[in-house]
């Protein structure tokens, strides 16, 4: 038989990804190559130990398992009429059966799960076994124990960027309790008969499965019990070569060094230090997302750790920094300077600093604020103003239009100010951020200024006007304004606008407090509404 072509046929990527290309039936096996690209995909006949073909709706899927390793290649956009001709081609060139199955649309969401190869496979308890959904293992980035009860199964995807601007975030699985289970106060008893023991173990395989599908490779270092104040809690830290595992004992995450995007070591208050991973696509847990780890290290903490690699073998893969801040076989130091320069090496970014800001005190490089109800600091940096902790925010200055400063007037007797930070994008909130210290104003604004960012004080000449001859001399002036601002103005400003907007102002308050004179002496002290 010779080969048949089918176009529109697209690659499923096991990174969410969807390319489309032309799909070749070949007698040495299969092939497919990208219609706007040069990406191509091949498959020998001798390495397929299995095919399936299933029918998702108007289009189906064909899947090539893959004999060594249990790897499944799936190209979609099939006509349900293409399911024939494939299984009579791979009868007869191939020598293999292909299994014809169907997805269920019945709205189902029980049944059963298993593993097929580096796949997490649902199927549906019904006659028919239909198929439910399929997803690989390699998409994932951990599985974790979820439910008050504990007895369901979270499965949680790396973000991805997509064409289609969608991707899987978390699939979770209950497991009910057994038809005998009684409820009792001894959880050892309770756990043999409720789902929480069958959730478990399904937690326990797939958890082995996603980090071998990931392709965790050996660690040469284990940094233990980092102490990360996001996410929160302590994590034992393994270095590979193209990626970190960061374990702990209730999840796990894995990071591409690739993701990190920027190195930043912040001062803290009371002499400790943060190591800020900045990370692009953010990890997620549940429905938190964390765009930046912070790793906390104490004022005095040293550490010591050995690397399983030779001098030769640094050489060869940390290069960049080898003169300014290489690697060595052991490591030791001040903890925050051995775990920058581990992590300065193996993504090869630049660890930066807090810059040139410096608080009143002379001292700070970050101001006190809170943002919403939660109580942070905001550091001024280089490029970009950075708030911690929850949320952490990272403010590019590219991208901020101007900052707005209020209450900052001098007529305001208020020992702190707001700022509110504009963004060039219409479609990114503004961020408010408020309660910074008065002392601080100054230098914060000389330092926007100096990064060219507009800064606008709101109600600037906004003080109470007055002219150069009444100016300090009119205290029947004073004592109207402070009944009317609750305060005695304390800057005076000559404004004939404002001024002439000021007189309207006190005429108004006039007449209506003759309407008012005027309707207490017809109504009495009987009130009779506002006809």
Known sequence: MTELAVSNITLIGEDGNHLKGEFRLKPVGVSWLETQGERTKSILKDSISAIEFIQTGPKCVATFKLSIGGAKVRFGGFAKSDGATLEEYARVNYGRAVEMKKVSVQGHHWGRWTVDGNSFRFEHDDEDDTHGFEVPLSMAAQVVIAGIAKDEVAIEFNEVDVRDGESLQRISLFFPPDEDFVPSDDEVEAQGTSGRARAQECRDTLKGLVNNASGSAASFVTLNQLSLRTPKGRF???????????????SDFKVAYASIKKLLVLEEARGNTLLVLCIEPPIRQGRKSYPHLLIQFKADEHAEYKLALTEEQIAARYTKFADSAPLQPEMTGLAIDVVSTLFKNVTGRVVNTTGSFVASDG???????????????????????????????????????????????????SKTFDIKVNMTNESDDNKIFKSIPRADFEKLRSFLRAKNIKTVVANAGRARPVSVVAMGSDDD?????????GAAPKVRVWDPETEALWEETLAGMLAASERDAERDDYCGDDYCGDD
């Open 236 to 250: 034992n830290v393994e270095l590979s070569d193209e990626s970190m595992m960061m374990r702990s004992s209730l």
């Open 363 to 413: 001292e700070a490089r970050y101001l006190r604020c809170s943002f919403g109800s939660a109580e942070g600091f905001i550091y001024p940096l280089e490029s970009a103003l950075f708030y911690i902790h929850n949320p952490t925010i990272m403010l590019s200055y590219k991208e901020i239009s101007s900052i707005e400063f209020d209450r900052v007037d001098a007529a305001q007797a």
């Open 477 to 485: 002036d004073d004592y109207e304004y402070e009944m009317m601002f």
